[in-house]
């Protein structure tokens, strides 16, 4: 099953409300393997992990104490993708680089411009900084995550990779725009919902009507 991880209870009873996951740019950078930045953007997204329900409660979770876990055929209809862990000394890597240089020194054919940022959209460093847990040498791998990342069309002609510090100075801008596109689920595609107190799971089941056996205590640490 793949789940998203949130950090308070309203945002998972908006989530639910909606049927729905927001899609919001995330700032994503990609480097050599002498720490120098090759590309730092924002994409637009939405993430996930996949872990078995088994399985979380070894868990380390950097992304909150709630979540929506839904199952894979809804992600594979959605067209949801695990992300592709390179090692920066990798020849991977170095191949990522070498396209993201031509593309930057406007040395690509136009018709494979998108398709090198699509690339890079799914790639992430194995370690890297963790500004949750406050470290350096954090092993992305651990978080099994997914992605959705949609085309251009998908979000109304509005970019799929935008220079970092542009999209800081005008972050709210920027996901304001993609509000009217989120990324939809229909009940029937919810596996589980985890959250932290048998009173939030009361008001899921007497509010929302969920069955009480699709509603989980959250085990993992955070």
Known sequence: MLIHFTKKFKNLVSILESNSFMVRYC????????????????????????????????????????SVALHKTWA????????????????????????????QHGKLPSNLRLSVIQLKCFTKHVYGHNSHFHTDNFDFKVENEW??????????????????????KFEDKYNRRLEAYALRF??????????????EKDYLVESLGLPPAQVKLAEWKQ
Do not use: C, W
Not at 147 to 158: A, D, H, L, M, T
Not at 189 to 198: A, G, L, R, T
């Open 27 to 66: 700032g994503e950078y990609f480097g050599d393997n002498t720490g120098k930045i090759i590309s730092r953007a924002a994409h637009p997204m939405v993430s996930f992990s996949d872990y078995s329900h088994e399985e979380l409660s070894s868990k380390k979770v950097t992304y909150g104490g709630y």
């Open 76 to 103: 594979v209809k959605n067209k949801l993708s695990p992300v592709n862990y390179v090692e920066k000394n990798s020849p991977a890597a170095q191949g990522l680089i070498s396209l993201l240089r031509a593309r």
């Open 147 to 168: 992605r959705f990342v949609p085309s251009k069309k998908q979000i109304g002609g509005n970019k799929i990779s935008e220079n970092f510090s542009t999209y800081k």
């Open 186 to 199: 229909a009940n029937k595609d919810i596996k589980f919902v985890y959250v932290q107190s048998e009173s």
